[in-house]
């Protein structure tokens, strides 16, 4: 069983920072990936970014530039660097673990992923 845990949320204005923690109780998985995912009021959950035990990364298009997802090392807490952050961004931001298929990128869907974390909240003023 993996449990995570974010932190880190917090009210901004636009155009701030803010930097997500995720820390997981185990790493079961030797070829993993992370993902951070976020759900806004009324809309369903879509990815940020993901990353995997080789440090591949992937970004959503609404965040490229912006964001940066990033682990020290393998098994280490995973982060979410938000730069230039806009009001659109806010949302409850999620931390993801899962198996990773050899040889295949992160999924970028919600589903593909069996561990979540409770969540934090993110909130960008205009």
Not at 39 to 63: C, F, L
């Amino acid at each position: 069983q993996v449990q995570l845990v974010e932190s880190g949320g917090g009210a901004v204005q636009a155009g701030g920072s803010l930097r997500l923690s995720c820390a997981a109780s185990a790493y079961p998985y030797s070829i993993y990936c992370m993902g951070w995912f976020r759900q806004a009021p009324g809309k369903e959950r879509e990815v940020v970014a993901t990353i995997d035990n080789d440090g591949s990364t992937r970004y959503a298009d609404s965040v490229k530039g912006r964001f940066t997802i990033s682990q020290d090392n393998t098994k280490n807490p995973l982060y979410l660097q938000m730069n230039g952050l806009k009001p659109e961004d806010t949302a409850m931001y999620y931390c993801a673990y899962n198996r990773r298929t050899w040889g295949v990128l992160c999924p970028m869907v919600p589903d593909r992923f069996g561990y979540w974390g409770q969540g934090t909240q993110v909130t960008v003023s205009s």
